[in-house]
């Protein structure tokens, strides 16, 4: 059973209450503490937002840590935006969140390695290019790999023209993911033209490096999805954030896992109900 399945299976509760009308509050948050990214990579998610050029003020995100665990959430995935581990401030952020015993995740592309990032639960390592790796990241990963005591360490490789057939035999990792590149002139395959948006968001947060709150990771790809800044708490089923949901009207423009979901197979939350 793939990860994602069984991400479905563990929550298929919430996600009858969303049905029932509802939105349970999130048990993950994904913060983007960074919109400066020291890497060009082809098909890039986030190159539409790199020009705002900002670092989460860390009181800023104190507060939102604080809120979000004390609401009974569970774990913090620090991803990007741009690049987390170039926040002069991110081990910091990693230390609030194990104070408030939270799980946490790094998404980085693998060119920094700090000592701090090893109390992260779990690491995982962008590459777009599989048969070029930068020799930082091969220096970085074997320095994670020595220094872990329970981190889990993996690497998601990009299938494209530049690289059909990505050569792992180097990257000793926990786990290796294959994804194809999307929405780029060197992909493989064609992006659907509608992907109808998932039943998750009203599961997810994601937090900006300004402080606003969105209900999906791909919040550059659509258009007036603003929850608003402030705390979760205060925010979470609010009109704005219903209204938020309502205007994600396709999902095809990048490759979101939850595009693999039969979501009329899991009698997906009808959000008519907002």
């Known amino acids: 059973m793939k990860d994602i399945d069984l991400k479905i299976v563990f929550r298929?509760?919430?996600?009858?209450?969303?049905?029932?009308?509802?939105?349970?509050?999130?048990?993950?948050?994904?913060?983007?503490?960074?919109?400066?990214?020291?890497?060009?990579?082809?098909?890039c998610n986030s190159k539409g937002i790199h020009k705002r050029n900002g670092f989460m003020d860390f009181d800023l995100f104190q507060?939102?840590?604080?809120?979000?665990?004390?609401?009974?959430?569970?774990?913090?995935?620090?991803e990007g935006g741009g690049e987390p581990m170039m926040h002069p401030q991110i081990g910091a952020m990693l230390g609030c969140c194990k104070f408030f015993q939270l799980k946490t995740g790094i998404i980085t592309n693998g060119t920094f390695y700090w000592p701090e990032m090893l109390l992260a639960d779990w690491i995982r390592i962008s590459i777009p290019n599989a048969n070029k790796v930068d020799n930082r990241v091969l220096?970085?990963?074997?320095?994670?790999?020595?220094?872990?005591?329970?981190?889990?360490?993996?690497?998601?490789?990009?299938?494209?023209?530049?690289?059909?057939?990505?050569?792992?035999?180097?990257?000793?990792?926990d786990y290796i993911q294959i994804k194809d590149l999307r929405n780029h002139k060197d992909s493989l395959r064609d992006n659907p033209d509608f992907v109808e948006p998932c039943g998750f968001t009203?599961?997810?947060a994601v937090v900006d490096y300004d402080g606003t709150f969105y209900p999906c990771p791909y919040f550059y790809a659509q258009k007036n999805t603003s929850i608003g800044k402030g705390l979760l708490s205060e925010l979470w089923s609010s009109e704005a954030h219903k209204e938020a949901i309502k205007n994600i009207k396709n999902c095809n423009e990048y490759?979101?896992?939850?595009q693999d979901i039969d979501w009329a197979g899991l009698k997906k939350a009808d959000l008519d109900f907002i």
């Open 12 to 43: 298929l509760k919430e996600i009858e209450g969303i049905q029932a009308g509802f939105f349970p509050f999130p048990r993950s948050l994904t913060v983007y503490p960074s919109e400066i990214c020291n890497l060009d990579c082809p098909g």
């Open 63 to 78: 507060g939102i840590v604080e809120d979000f665990a004390l609401n009974g959430g569970k774990a913090v995935a620090f």
């Open 139 to 173: 220096d970085n990963l074997m320095k994670l790999r020595t220094n872990r005591i329970t981190t889990k360490i993996g690497v998601k490789l990009l299938r494209s023209k530049l690289c059909p057939q990505p050569d792992f035999s180097l990257l000793y990792t």
């Open 202 to 204: 009203p599961l997810r």
């Open 255 to 258: 490759d979101c896992p939850m």
